[in-house]
Nanobody, 115 residues
C-alpha cells in the first residue's frame, strides 16, 4: 500500500483545513486508516483512526469535537477535516494504514496554524 497525503498549508487560528490521503491498491477497504502528527521537537502522536467500514472512529482527546476522520472506499481516500484550529495543531500530519498495526505510512503534509 502506498499512501499520498495532501492538503496541508498555512491557516489562521480558528480556521479549517481538510487533509486527504490517497491510497494505492485494491484492498483499501480492508485497512484501518489513521492520522498521526508530529509537532516540532515532539514525538509523533496519534490523532484519529477509522475502521474499514467507517463503523468506528477514535480520536485523541486534544482533537475530539474539532476534527473529523472519514473515508471514501470507492476513491481509496481517507480525510481529516480539521476545524477550530489552534497553534497547538501545528505539525506534520501523516496518514497510516494497517490491519493489526500501522505498517504503511505516507510522506506527511505540513500544517501551520498562525495565532
Amino acid at each position: 500500500v502506498q499512501l499520498q497525503a495532501s492538503g496541508g498549508g498555512l491557516v489562521q487560528a480558528g480556521g479549517s483545513l481538510r487533509l486527504s490521503c490517497a491510497a494505492s491498491g485494491r484492498t483499501f477497504s480492508s485497512y484501518v486508516m489513521a492520522w498521526f502528527r508530529q509537532a516540532p521537537g515532539k514525538e509523533r502522536e496519534f490523532v484519529a483512526r477509522i475502521t474499514g467500514s467507517s463503523a468506528t472512529t477514535v480520536y485523541t482527546d486534544a482533537v475530539t469535537g474539532r476534527f473529523i476522520i472519514s473515508r471514501d472506499n470507492a476513491k481509496n481516500t481517507v480525510y481529516l477535516q480539521m476545524n477550530s484550529l489552534t497553534p497547538e495543531d501545528t505539525a506534520v500530519y501523516y496518514c497510516a494504514a494497517g490491519l493489526n498495526s500501522f505498517n504503511y505510512w505516507g510522506q506527511g503534509t505540513e500544517v501551520t496554524v498562525s495565532s
